[in-house]
């Protein structure tokens, strides 16, 4: 009763519509959530996939919202990424998963890795946000989230206004697998927060490739087309 009576007085909201969450609702409504603009994860995505075609083979691109500026979805990458709210993350992820295991992706991937932060960049936030959404993709997934065997070597300046092949000089050789990584004849599935031009991804997806992974897949909680 008591609970109920300050909720009534101080209710708890939507990080991003600013409206009062339901009961039972955490960080973001879930009807608001669902109005956002989402991929059709049951059949190919051609606009995605050709940002890695010809460059790197991959199994699956998959995305779960679609990106634009100034829009909702922009909004709770924001939040995710810089109001220090990673479990907002960590649901989107499960959504996200939950989606995936409707389109028919059941026992597809062997585990799941984010992309890394460089290590001053993560003392700076504090978390890595693609972990928190790759790790509520894992536990829905049930399969291991590992964020040690992918890391970052070099740390460069933000991606945000750079075009595509200014991305793609920012990302080379800065990232690295670590000597005993378990990936060998593993399905990999390659979490990050957005895929823009696909450079990061790219660069990774190589590495994976040489370290002995059987199947790579990517995705990522938004992207643009």
Request: aromatic content about 8%; charged content about 25%; proline content about 3%.
């Amino acid at each position: 009763m008591l609970n109920d009576f300050i909720s009534l007085l101080f209710p708890h909201c939507c990080v991003v519509s600013k409206q009062p969450l339901a009961r039972g609702e955490k960080w973001i409504s879930t009807s608001y959530a669902a109005s956002l603009p989402k991929f059709e994860l049951h059949n190919k995505n051609e606009k995605l996939e050709r940002k890695f075609s010809g460059l790197v083979h991959v199994r699956h691109v998959l995305a779960y919202y679609k990106f634009s500026r100034h829009s909702g979805v922009q909004k709770i990458l924001h939040q995710i990424k810089y109001k220090n709210t990673p479990e907002l993350g960590e649901l989107c992820g499960k959504w996200f998963a939950h989606s995936l295991m409707a389109a028919g992706y059941t026992n597809t991937f062997d585990i799941v890795l984010p992309i890394p932060l460089h290590k001053a960049k993560l003392r700076k936030r504090g978390y890595n946000q693609a972990y928190h959404i790759a790790k509520g993709m894992a536990e829905v997934l049930n399969i291991a989230c590992d964020q040690k065997s992918l890391y970052r070597k070099v740390n460069t300046t933000t991606q945000t206004k750079k075009g595509r092949m200014e991305r793609f000089d920012n990302t080379v050789n800065i990232y690295a697998i670590t000597k005993k990584a378990p990936l060998k004849g593993k399905r990999v599935l390659v979490v990050d927060d957005v895929i823009t031009t696909g450079a990061t991804m790219i660069q990774c997806v190589e590495l994976l490739r040489r370290s002995g992974c059987t199947d790579i897949s990517v995705a990522a909680l938004a992207a643009v087309e």
